[in-house]
């Protein structure tokens, strides 16, 4: 059976990381992942425990050296990256090509609104709906030959809240979405992570820069 791991670095002063726990555990569960939820990101200092799929949450929250180093390894080996909303708030530019997108700030006030969902054809999107949403608004640079799934419409252009990528061997997709309730009992997040988790799982040999461009930007 596929596995799949939900890792929390950090605390919930910020984000509602423990509630987000939950769902991602029951989602990737729902898509018959054999799913356990770890405080920390210690598994990743031995990337050989580091398969199938990894949720990453973090708020508040650093990977120490060696935690980077293995979730790099693991990835570019084969594992799934599921990165979620905070995730991309990066100390420094070291993760940025693995994640795909780095936190650049939240925008012009309101740091927060009610925004139309608009998609790109993805396996991360099929079947997803165009929707609503009321949720925390981030500003993203994006990485080269990275795909944008899914974006709002912003004063400044098109804000982007999903992306996807191969990294090495493993597939990586960045989830904007999260950062409290509103976010998991919004249906079609909900069939965005359960694609994204199928997606993930799925064997790859692609290269970085090898998936079709699809970035809408």
Do not use: K
Not at 15 to 25: I, K, N, P, S, T
Not at 167 to 174: E, F, I, K, P
Request: net charge negative; glycine share 10%; with cysteine.
């Amino acid at each position: 059976m596929a596995t799949a791991t939900v890792m929390l670095v950090g605390d919930d002063v910020y984000e509602d990381l423990f509630g987000a726990g939950v769902e991602l555990q029951a989602l990737l569960a729902e898509e018959g992942l054999a799913t356990r939820v770890r405080i920390g990101a210690g598994a990743l200092r031995d990337a050989q425990t580091a398969d199938g799929v990894i949720a990453l949450y973090r708020a508040a929250g650093e990977l120490d050296d060696a935690e980077r180093r293995g979730l790099e390894e693991a990835v570019s080996g084969g594992a799934g990256l599921l990165a979620v909303h905070s995730t991309a708030y990066l100390e420094d530019d070291e993760l940025a090509p693995v994640i795909g997108a780095r936190y650049v700030d939240h925008g012009p006030r309101p740091h927060e609104s009610r925004f139309a969902v608009q998609l790109a054809p993805h396996p991360v999107t099929a079947g997803v709906a165009p929707f609503q949403l009321e949720h925390e608004h981030y500003r993203l640079a994006v990485q080269p030959g990275v795909d944008v799934l899914a974006w709002r419409e912003a004063p400044y252009g098109r804000e982007p809240l999903v992306t996807a990528h191969s990294y090495g061997r493993g597939r990586v997709c960045y989830l904007q979405f999260g950062h409290d309730l509103r976010a998991w009992g919004e249906p079609e997040v909900r069939r965005l992570v359960t694609n994204a988790a199928r997606w993930l799982a799925a064997p790859t040999t692609t290269r970085p820069n090898d998936a079709e461009d699809t970035n809408p930007l």
